[in-house]
């Protein structure tokens, strides 16, 4: 996947350095980063529930033709043996970067609802101490579109290509799609700084041929559901959240199968608390 995601940047760089925005005075430049301590319950992520308390580096902005967001999961952030992930996979890392169609065409395609197009991209990694980890890269299209009460929100469809899934059938192939939605909506001003917020996104991959073998077939799935539903008091350097996940064949794995003596659980709830640090 390293190659690949190699190609992409040096498409992306050749056509960008010799095109102008098509108004860089609308544009406005940003940078923000964020550092959280997160407390999950019953979070899902493979065939089984697990709790687990970790640190997240989130940062995101933009830059002309280029809109960012990614984050850095630290896992079992406290070394403690009462976490369910505890001597195991130690990160997890999420990059999202989009590239503004407009900028690159110097058109201005917003048309209704439609602010801006992108080529879209979604770059997932994470370690495996003894075995194959995830590397996953999502690409194709998104869009800033200006949705009724949560106002301009990221809608993007890709295509994932799989180079390493934990060992997987559907590796080092085009494999399934996702539909994913993003947004950020405060719902309450306390003060100039102070307000509390509606945020999430709601990603579903479906299309997936992860069947290929009789393992597969009893326990994994062609799609899976997921959406964090937040509410979050956010201070000008300080920000605390409570958010509500909800789960269908969470990474496509059944639910309800008997795995290694132990029924699968990746339908369902989970909780998660934060307290956040802005910089």
Do not use: C
């Not at 430049?29 to 970790?54: C, E, I, M």
């Not at 070394?79 to 065409?105: A, M, Q, T």
């Not at 080092?172 to 993003?182: C, L, Q, R, T």
């Amino acid at each position: 996947m390293s190659n690949l995601i190699l190609k992409i940047l040096v498409i992306v760089t050749f056509f960008t350095l010799n095109i102008f925005a098509k108004d860089i005075n609308n544009i406005n430049n940003s940078q923000w980063a964020n550092l959280h301590l997160y407390k999950g319950v019953n979070q899902r992520g493979g065939p089984f529930v697990f709790d687990d308390t970790y640190v997240e580096f989130e940062f995101g902005g933009r830059y002309e033709w280029l809109d960012l967001y990614g984050y850095v999961d630290f896992i079992d952030a406290l070394n403690s043996k009462s976490s369910d992930k505890h001597g195991g996979n130690n990160f997890f890392i999420d990059i999202e970067p989009r590239v503004s169609i407009d900028y690159l065409l110097n058109k201005d395609l917003s048309y209704g609802a439609l602010k801006e197009l992108f080529f879209a991209f979604d770059i997932y990694y994470a370690d495996e101490p003894n075995a194959n980890g995830l590397k996953v890269i999502w690409m194709g299209l998104g869009s800033d579109i200006d949705i009724p009460w949560l106002g301009v929100s990221g809608v993007n469809f890709y295509t994932r290509f799989i180079e390493e899934n934990y060992g997987a059938s559907n590796e080092n192939s085009f494999d399934g799609y996702v539909a994913h939605i993003n947004w950020f909506k405060p719902i309450y001003n306390f003060s100039e700084n102070r307000f509390l917020s509606f945020q999430g996104y709601l990603d579903y991959e479906f299309g997936s041929d992860l069947d290929n073998n009789s393992f597969e077939r009893q326990y994994r799935t062609s799609d899976s559901f997921q959406s964090y539903l937040g509410f979050w008091l956010h201070d000008k350097k300080w920000a605390l959240g409570y958010g509500l996940k909800v789960y269908k064949d969470m990474t496509q794995w059944k639910n309800g199968e008997i795995l290694n003596n132990r029924k699968t659980d990746t339908t369902g709830v989970a909780h998660y608390f934060n307290v956040a640090y802005k910089f």
